[in-house]
């Protein structure tokens, strides 16, 4: 547990005082869904917000919609780059979670005006980057800029989740977000999938591969 059970600078002002001056937090949302894409949130804050300390987040898993959507504005008023990609479930499919990651990743680093010297991941995965980076656990919850890309990232993929509910009402992607919660598995057993849901998850990847189904309900 972070000692003040909310993520800060203090990971940052280290890398700082190391002589990194840009400093970027990345993480991603919807690595476990069955459906829709991998987005990656990436945020940079400048030296001067870094040892103000002047932003308050929390965790986004830790906030509501309505949090995280106040959050968000925060972020796109305070950080000098925050910007998401957004990596197709066909290209999770293809590369799986992983090396989709490793793919939005370097499409935000092609994709920003403003190339840090250093990124801060969260998680642990090794990834083949051209920008030295740390991996952190549970850095969501203990660096200030890896909690904005989160809530970027989260922010954006729910809201492109909740437009494809619209044309796939019955799988309620709006609710679940895409996790398999019992009743969206419970649809795909029932409609099969969507063009969007990805072919590598189960209980598609099953369904689609003939065998039979486990007493997924």
Known sequence: MHKNDKPDFNIERKLLEQGYKLIAGIDEAGRGSLVGPLTVGLTIYSESTILSSNIELNDSKKLSFQARLKAYNLIKLSAIVSQTFSASHEIVDKLNVNGA???????????????????IIDGN?????????????????????????SIMAKVT??????????????????ENMGYGTQSHRKAIHEFGGSPIHRRTYDPLKTILSGEPLSNDK
């Open 125 to 149: 995965m090794k990834f083949n980057l051209p920008i030295p980076y740390t991996s952190i656990k549970k850095g969501d919850s203990k660096s200030i800029s890896i909690a904005s890309a």
């Open 101 to 119: 990651t490793e793919y939005s990743i370097i499409n935000l680093l092609n994709t920003i005006e403003i190339i840090p010297d250093i990124l």
């Open 157 to 174: 993929r729910d809201n492109l989740l909740i437009e494809y509910a619209k044309k796939y009402p019955q799988y309620a992607l709006d």
